[in-house]
Structure formats: C-alpha cells, structure tokens
C-alpha cells in the first residue's frame, strides 16, 4: 500500500518540477480572476438616509470665526452607491432620492453626485447628474429664483438657482469642482423628451442660501 | 552477494519505477482528457449553457443594460423586450463559438440585432410622434450594438485566441502519445515478468498511484467549490462557469471511481494469479 502513495506524492512532485516554471504566470493571473469569497451579483443600495425632522437638531460646533459646524462625528459619509439624501425643486415638480457616485444603479432609482466632487455642507461644488426623461425631465422648467431642497442625515440645504445654460457634453468649463465657495451644479441631457444619445447637457447652478457647514478636521 | 538476487532487485525497481511513469501517464492523460471535453469541445459549452439558463440570463441582462442606455436617450423599458431575445441571443453566441472553434477571432455579429433596434424604433418613433435627431439615434444605435457585442464576448476569447487552437490542436496528439506510451509500459510489464501475477501487481500500483493522485485533485476541486469564487461580470456566465465546474468535478470523481475499481480489480487478480502459482508450485 505504500507504493501507491510514494506514487501520488512523486506525481505531484514532478509535475509541480516539470510545470511550475512554465506555468507560474498563468497561475498568477488565475489569482487575479478569483477571490476570497463569491462575487455579489445583487443591485440592491444601502440606504442610510435618516432625515432630520422639523423639531430636532444636529450636533454642532463653533468654529473660529464664531459660525455654528456640523461636528464631523455625527456626519456619515456616504459610500459609492449609497443613498445618503433626496433632493426637491418643488417648481420643477422634482421629488427624488440622492445617491453618492452617477452610476447604473444610482441613476435608475434617482439623480447621484459625481464620485470627484463634494457632499452638500463641505464648502466645495456638489455636482449632480440624473437622466432627462426620468428623475431630472422636470429641470426643463428650471428657472432662475427657484429654490432646491438637499435633505440628508446631518442637515437640509436650500439652494436658489442662478442660473441656466445648454453646453456641450465634454466642456469641463461647464463646472468648477475646485470651487471653494458651496455651490450646487445639477445636469442632465439635452434636448429634453427627445429619443437618442445626446451630446449636450443642460446646466443649472445654484447658491446654498441655507444649510450648517460639515466641520472641517486635521485629516480633511 | 550472487548474480541472482541482484538482478531480481534491479529489475523490482526497473519495474517499480515503470509503474510510477503508468501512474503519471495515467494521471496526466485523465487530466487532458477532461480538458479536452470540458474546454475544447464545443458542444459541451453548449450542455452548459443550456444547463445553466445561460440565454435567458443573458437576455435578461442585456435588457437591463440596454434600460439604463433607454433612461439615457428616451426609450422606456419594455421598448427593449421587442429588441432583444433569447432566440437571437442564442443564435449569436452559436455563431460566436461556431467561429471560434473553427478557428475564427471574430466578433461578435450584430447586424441582426442592428437591423431589428433601427425598425423597433422606427416603429415606435411613428407610434409616439417623437422627436429624433438622426446622429443622436446612430450614436444611440451604436453604443446598444457595442453593449450587446460586449454582453455576448466570452472574457478573455479574444486574447487567448492563438494559445487557444495552438492547444487544441495539440492536445489529441499528447493524449495520443501519453497512450501509446502507457500501452508500451503495459506491454514491457506483461512481457517482462515470467510470472504475470507481477505484472498485476504493478498494474495495481500504477492504478492505485493515479487513483490516489486523482483523489486529491477531487478533494481540492470539492474542498473550493469548483469555480464559485471565480470573479466575472456576467452572471449569466458566472452561472455557466460554476455548472462547468461542478460537472468537472464530477468528472473527477467519475474517474477516480474508474481508477479505485481498476486497481481493486488489479490487486484482486494479481492476489488469485499469486495463489494459483503458489499452489502450483
């Protein structure tokens, strides 16, 4: 009996000998197509929008200047994918939930927040996307004035639309992600109700006209 | 020491390490074997694809991603159960591999799903009166037809084309050599030894050696779930992937079962034969 295991043993042994060598770069790019666990097909998001009611309050504190923050512990930032927010343009007749990052699943259930920019309250261009015959039809009734309401878990923004424009879908001075002032850009394709791909983008910008800043720390 | 008894001990390990390449011939030819059932025949990804509702999948998908190109440019979502169906879903991805094992790197052809998006959406921009601008419906048409050709590519095809037919090609005739090779140490063994029962003895080893090496292949296919940790972005092929897996390792469990009841009956005549030449003796 015990033949036949120096026999398996010598079996691998040669061929771990005679094809390793050969072999060793087709079996590091296996390691690359499999993982520790199997991969998670569902199109489920997590929601972690817990809207701030009438009568509560968040936490703040004082910054140097004297102005009120919201204490950076009690902010949960959203990761990509998440819904962290909604967002209404009463004139608009827009109602719709807010999600980090523009993709598939953000745009089929809602408008989402370009991955590169920043969340309402950090003081920097909340850039906004969502599709023209869905969620963000009603912007054709965008006009300056209009107030837009961003609800998240730490804090509701009012902005007030400036104002309008139609440019091109690659024009990167439709936008200014280093702001440094809060701003809100929400986008969407144009012409409204008409059937194909687009290459034009309509623009509306506003100004936060209310909303507690997110306090800034050492690692921000 | 006398001639004899050295000559016996030479030829105990000439023998024994004849078996020992048997066992390696054996081991290494079941596993191109499977190889080449599982992975350059044709027909088998079809089983499996079947097996695993892979068009109705695929159709399903594509659809979703199809829905996500419709939210961008105005078409709602069932305008899109009328552009794509598992039947054109199937035949295309026949086609596909029909080429690609016939030793074709083509891509996928979209004319028949191209033809049917632009009479669709003829059709439902008379019935909706809507607006269309001609280059935003080709640009539209266009990305539709690079989503569906992109669904429908296995990944990687394309790349691993020449290892691919290089290995199909090759493949039959290292089967072919690794058997003539097994037969001729099978012969050696019959005819080397004056008395068979020795010549089982070593069959038995040899099996039992490929037996036990097969054995441990299985257990560590079973012991990692065959190829449920594989990452691909289909699940559609994901699901294909894990049925080929499992039925590999079935496969394995198959021939291991062949290689455990040969050795048994290997050792079983070997055990019979050594008995009759003693009681002859």
């Known amino acids: ?220 | 020491m006398s001639k004899k008894p050295l000559s016996k001990k030479f030829r105990d390990v000439l023998f024994s390490v004849l078996s020992f390449i048997l066992a390696l011939f054996l081991f290494l030819n079941s596993l191109c074997i499977l190889i080449s059932v599982f992975v350059f025949n044709k027909n088998v990804w079809l089983d499996q694809m079947n097996a695993s509702n892979y068009y109705s999948d695929k159709t399903d998908e594509i659809k979703n991603k199809l829905v996500n190109l419709g939210n961008a440019s105005g078409l709602p979502a069932e305008f899109f159960d009328r552009v794509v169906d598992s039947i054109q879903v199937s035949n295309d991805t026949e086609n596909y591999l029909d080429a690609y094992f016939n030793g074709s790197n083509d891509l996928i052809d979209t004319t028949a799903f191209k033809q049917t998006f632009y009479t669709q959406l003829d059709e439902y921009v008379k019935e909706k009166n809507a607006k269309i601008d001609d280059s935003n419906v080709d640009y539209l048409v266009k990305n539709a037809e690079h989503i569906y050709a992109r669904s429908l590519e296995i990944p990687l095809f394309y790349r691993l084309f020449a290892y691919f037919q290089a290995l199909k090609g090759w493949l039959p005739v290292v089967i072919a050599v690794i058997s003539a090779l097994s037969l001729a140490i099978v012969l050696i063994l019959l005819f080397g030894n004056k008395w068979k029962h020795r010549a089982f003895k070593y069959y038995y080893y040899a099996c039992a050696g490929a037996f036990l090496s097969l054995i441990a292949s299985s257990i560590i296919m079973t012991a990692v779930g065959g190829l449920r940790k594989i990452v691909l972005e289909s699940r559609a092929l994901y699901n294909v992937a894990v049925t080929c897996g499992t039925s590999v390792t079935v496969a394995l469990w198959v021939i291991c079962g062949f290689f455990f009841i040969t050795a048994f009956v290997m050792f079983f005549i070997y055990r019979t034969m050594f008995f009759k030449s003693l009681s002859s003796d």
């Open chain 1, 1 to 220: 009996m015990i033949l036949p295991i120096i026999f398996c043993l010598g079996i691998f042994l040669v061929i771990y000998a005679a094809l390793v060598p050969s072999v060793r770069p087709f079996v590091a790019a296996a390691g690359m197509v499999f993982s520790d666990s199997e991969k998670d097909y569902s199109t489920e998001y997590k929601n972690i929008f817990v809207p701030v009611k009438e009568n509560e309050t968040v936490e703040t504190v004082t910054n140097a200047e004297g102005e009120a923050e919201v204490k950076s512990e009690v902010v949960e930032y959203p990761n990509y994918g998440n819904q962290f927010g909604d967002i209404s343009i009463p004139d608009c007749g827009i109602e719709c939930p807010l999600f980090m990052g523009d993709g598939d699943v953000a745009l089929n259930n809602g408008v989402g927040i370009y991955y590169g920019s920043f969340v309402p309250g950090y003081g920097g261009t909340t850039l906004i996307a969502g599709h023209n015959n869905t969620y963000f039809n009603g912007l054709k009734n965008a006009a300056p004035g209009q107030e837009i309401t961003i609800r998240t878990s730490y804090g509701n923004y009012k902005y007030t639309i400036r104002d309008t424009a139609v440019k091109e879908a690659l024009d990167t001075t439709a936008y200014d992600l280093s702001a440094d002032y809060e701003n809100l850009v929400l986008y969407t394709c144009y012409p409204f109700d008409e059937i194909g791909l687009t290459s034009k983008r309509f623009f509306v910008y506003a100004d936060l006209t209310e909303g507690v800043s997110i306090e800034k720390t050492a690692a921000d």
